[in-house]
Structures are given as structure tokens and as C-alpha cells.
């Protein structure tokens, strides 16, 4: 988790990058850790990707961490989502990733593919890491092929964010177990009755696709590749495109004069699916009253939404596995660390975390009640498997859904690059 939109997690980052100087945070450097001065402390680097307010509570995190184990150190290092990905790059193919860092299942396969990942099994079986007291299926998300390649810090699913007022006025009332031919119809009735577009542009979305297909009994990866054809794409965009035209899906070109605020919350659009933690970007953005509400279905049930999270992970080339260990644990079981965190990374993932943090805002209270009332529909099922270059493919599903829909590619040539970008990705 991990990845939405990949454009919406940088336009919403883009600015921390610049910050890390002002918040005290070290730059990474050297390979692993090193071992103090003879005092018999270790340092472990630690790098993630986030704004400036995870990094102040994560700092925080930080210094409870290091009252409870002095002999540990923690060096930080926090970028953009993409620079940090730029960077890890880089450090990955250098042989000197950071010890601990933040992750998610896009990537997973891409890095044990080339040794990068330890198995936290082997720190598990040491007694120096906790799999036990997490939510229901949660840790199922950082394994691959049999090895525990990532612990989740938090945990969200996709949803549908609308504009409350908007749907209030349009007389559209989102049910439980709708239908994607009823979001539709809904979609026009507000674009009929208020003149804003009813969606902000659904086709690009990878993870939305995912579920639509899993709904039809396929899936956007398989462990290899891709789980659908060229023509289900081309039905899929082809139905994206026409809505644009016909003015109840926003035009990409304003989407894009927006950025960075999403053209939901700049009240040219009524809806928007993404993950239910990133809902608090609205309220922060926009003027009106944003909600959660349910995934469009085929046949009324079934929506096929899964857990998804973000994730620590260990370097494999890490000289102090334990102590990586160790701090992974205590992130993500700590309570105080719960109560600092909050929902910044999306619902707390460990039952302790979960329990000690008590959310007071009304967004928060949401986010919470609608995982909740997710998972005791019955849902909720394991999330698709990513394979190694799915990253790439998420980029450019995003990227050629957008060109489309602006006309500036047709869609049988948008469907044709994409299935030759998603093959070299896979390859690569």
C-alpha cells in the first residue's frame, strides 16, 4: 500500500521532499548500519515516503523507539512517493538500501525478484518480531511465495468519495449493493440536474479496474502477468471515453488544471474512487461535505474489494537483521506509536494500535465505520498478487487512460501501448 493513483500520492507529496532539511532529518548514507563507537550501539537507516506531518509524527515514533532500545539508532530519510522509489532505486542497485523502510505489495516481487527483501520469518522464528495482534487478513498482504517480505502499518480498501451536497441536490441517494448500470444512470442524473460532472474520471484507475474485473471473475495481475485481454481493456476505456463526451465523467484537461487539488474537491466533479484513508485530503481541500460511499457491484453483492497496506520491510543486505527486527515490532504493535500515527497510513493495521487510537474528527470516525462495516459485509477478499514491474504497469495504465481521455491517443492504440509497456515491464 500501498497504490491508488499513483499521480494523486505524488501530487499530495510533492512538497516534503523539500522539507526533510528543516525537520532535522538525516540524509542516508554508508551501507547497512554501522556500530557506533565502540559503545556497542548500532544505527539503522530507515526511509519511507510521505508529507511533512507523517514525518513529524513518525519522528516522534522515533524517539519513543530509542528510550525503549538506547543501543539502537535511527537514521531517517523521508522523499515524495516518487523520488523515494527514484532513490530506492538507485540504493538497490548500488547494494545499500536503507535497513528499514516503507513498502507496498506493487513492489514486492519486483525487489525479492533481485535479492533486495528479507524474509522477516527468520526474525519471527527469533522472537525478535511479532506476526500476532493484527486485523483479519492484514499480514496475508507482505507475503509472497511462502516468505513474510513486509508487516503492514496500515490498512484501506478502495471506496467512493462523493460529494455530499452535490449527490443531496441531484436527488441521488448511494446504496449498499448498487449496481454499475445504476452508478451510471446516477452519474447522469447529476450531471443532468446540477451541471457537474458526475465522476472525476474512474477508467484510469488500476485499482478500480482490478475490482470490476474481479467482479467478472478475473483480475488485473496475475502471479505473472496480466489477468485480462485486450478487448476487455477496450471495452473498459472505449465506455470511459464516451462518458467524458457526453459531460458526466470530468474532462481530463481540467483534472489536470486542478492538480494538485482533485477536481472533486474543486467542485468539478461529485465523485472520486480511491482509497477511504485518502479522504481526508477533501475536507483539507474543499469547501463542501465529502462521505464514503459503497463500490458499484454486477450483481449486488459482490464488489471485490480487499484489504490493501502500507507496509515496513528489511533490507536483505542489512548488518543488523535483529535490530530491523526490533523496530519493525515496535512500530507496529507500540500503542503510543498508534495513538501518534493515527489513520496517516490508513486504519491501524495491529489490534493494539487499532484499539488504543481513539479517532475524534469526523473523517476519521468514517474511515473507521466504513471499514468496519466492509468487512462484516463479508466482502472483503485476498488481494489480487502484483507481479514483479507492476509498479511500471500501474504508471502507465494511468498515464495512457489519461491520454485518451484528453485525445490525444485513440483508444485501440492506448489498449495496444499499454499490453507493450505491461510486457517489458514484466520482462524487465
Known amino acids: 500500500m500501498g497504490t491508488s493513483r499513483n499521480v494523486e500520492r505524488r501530487t499530495i507529496l510533492r512538497a516534503a521532499g ?216 477496450t471495452e473498459w476505456w472505449q465506455d470511459g471515453y464516451n462518458r467524458i463526451k457526453a459531460g458526466i465523467v470530468t474532462d481530463p484537461k481540467v483534472v489536470q488544471q486542478d492538480m494538485p487539488k482533485s477536481s472533486l474537491s474543486a467542485g468539478h466533479g461529485a465523485s472520486e474512487f480511491t482509497w477511504d484513508n485518502f479522504t481526508v485530503r477533501y475536507s483539507a481541500e474543499g469547501s463542501s461535505t465529502y462521505g464514503l460511499a459503497p463500490i458499484p457491484t454486477m450483481d449486488g453483492k459482490h464488489t471485490g474489494q480487499y484489504l490493501a497496506s502500507l507496509m515496513l520491510s528489511a533490507s536483505a543486505h542489512t548488518a543488523h537483521p535483529k535490530e530491523a527486527a526490533q523496530f519493525i515490532d515496535f512500530m507496529v504493535h507500540d500503542p503510543e506509536v498508534g495513538k501518534i500515527m493515527g489513520y496517516d497510513r490508513g486504519i491501524l493495521a495491529g489490534t493494539e494500535q487499532y484499539a488504543a487510537f481513539k479517532p475524534a474528527d469526523s473523517v476519521s470516525k468514517e474511515i473507521a465505520r466504513y471499514e468496519d462495516d466492509t468487512a462484516k459485509s463479508g466482502v472483503l477478499g485476498t488481494i489480487t498478487p502484483h507481479p514483479s514491474g507492476a509498479d511500471t504497469v500501474e504508471a502507465a495504465f494511468l498515464r495512457l487512460g489519461g491520454d485518451l481521455g484528453q485525445g490525444k491517443t485513440k483508444v485501440a492504440d492506448a489498449v495496444k501501448q499499454f499490453f507493450t509497456e505491461s510486457e517489458a515491464a514484466f520482462q524487465a
Open 18 to 233: 523539500a522539507s526533510a532539511a528543516a525537520l532535522g532529518l538525516a540524509a542516508t548514507a554508508g551501507c547497512g548500519g554501522d556500530s557506533g563507537s565502540g559503545s556497542g550501539t548500532v544505527t539503522i537507516r530507515y526511509s519511507w515516503w510521505g508529507a511533512e506531518e507523517r514525518a513529524k509524527r513518525i519522528n516522534q515514533t522515533i524517539s519513543l523507539f530509542e528510550k525503549k532500545y538506547p543501543k539502537i539508532k535511527v537514521k531517517t530519510d523521508f522523499q515524495t512517493y516518487q523520488s523515494f522509489w527514484e532513490k530506492f532505486q538507485t540504493q538497490a542497485a548500488g547494494g545499500n538500501p536503507p535497513d528499514v523502510f516503507q513498502n507496498a505489495v506493487g513492489f514486492l516481487r519486483k525487489y525479492d525478484k533481485r535479492g533486495i527483501l528479507l524474509d522477516l520469518k527468520s526474525q519471527v522464528d527469533a522472537g525478535n518480531l511479532s506476526l500476532d495482534h493484527f486485523r483479519a487478513g492484514v499480514t496475508e498482504v507482505g507475503e509472497v511465495d511462502g516468505k513474510q517480505l513486509g508487516v503492514p502499518v496500515g490498512s484501506n480498501t478502495m471506496a467512493l468519495v462523493i460529494d455530499k451536497k452535490v449527490f443531496e441536490k441531484a436527488g441521488v441517494d448511494p446504496r449498499s449493493g448498487w449496481t454499475w448500470d445504476e452508478y451510471f444512470k446516477a452519474l447522469k442524473t447529476i450531471h443532468d440536474k446540477t451541471k457537474v460532472p458526475g465522476d472525476t474520471g474512474y477508467f484510469s484507475i488500476m485499482y478500480l479496474y482490478d475490482l470490476y474485473l474481479r467482479q467478472n471473475g478475473k483480475a488485473f495481475f496475475t502471479k505473472d502477468g496480466l489477468g485480462f485481454d485486450k478487448a476487455d481493456l
